[in-house]
């Protein structure tokens, strides 16, 4: 069968701790470029890593992908999973965000997992069941605290 959806995800650290205005002009230029792209995805600051899901036809993602591996605001940069998938995890969102603190409630039972992943370059078939469990975790929380998709 021909899988019509390219995933891609990559941890990375960030270069300095960015803040809130730093993010959101990420954020903007992202969702932005993502749509005009057909690219979706989510992105997740943890601690000082970052943990990014983009998704969608294999040339776009790539296309979305050159800069962001070029970008100085982070660094170390490792690719855990590039698959072909039937269909998007995050259809609806350009890209979704979130920020997650170490001991906050609503993200206890997803954190350690999470954080593994980024520190410690988990295998590809761990991380795409990563990407997974994400996608349920935003679809049960949905409402106050789940990620902002655009
Ligand atoms: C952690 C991180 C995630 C990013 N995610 C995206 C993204 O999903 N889409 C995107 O177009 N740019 C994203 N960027 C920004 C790109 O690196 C780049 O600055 C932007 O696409 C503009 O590139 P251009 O000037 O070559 O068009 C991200 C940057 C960082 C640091």
Do not use: C
């Amino acid at each position: 069968m021909n899988l019509p959806i390219y995933q891609l995800m990559y941890v990375s650290t960030a270069s300095w701790p960015l803040n809130t205005d730093e993010l959101s002009a990420i954020l903007d230029v992202s969702r932005a470029k993502n749509q005009r792209a057909n690219v979706t995805g989510l992105l997740l600051h943890i601690d000082q890593g970052f943990l990014q899901i983009l998704e969608g036809p294999e040339a776009a993602v790539m296309e979305i992908f050159r800069p962001i591996e070029r970008d100085r605001r982070h660094f170390g940069i490792r690719v855990l999973v590039q698959q072909h998938v039937a269909e998007r995890l995050f259809g609806g969102w350009s890209m979704g965000f979130d920020r997650w603190t170490r001991g906050e409630p609503r993200t206890a039972d997803m954190f350690k997992i999470t954080a593994d992943a980024i520190e410690n370059a988990i295998s590809p078939e761990k991380a795409a069941a990563l990407a997974v469990l994400l996608r349920s975790f935003y679809r049960i929380n949905t409402g106050g605290g789940a990620a902002t998709g655009r």
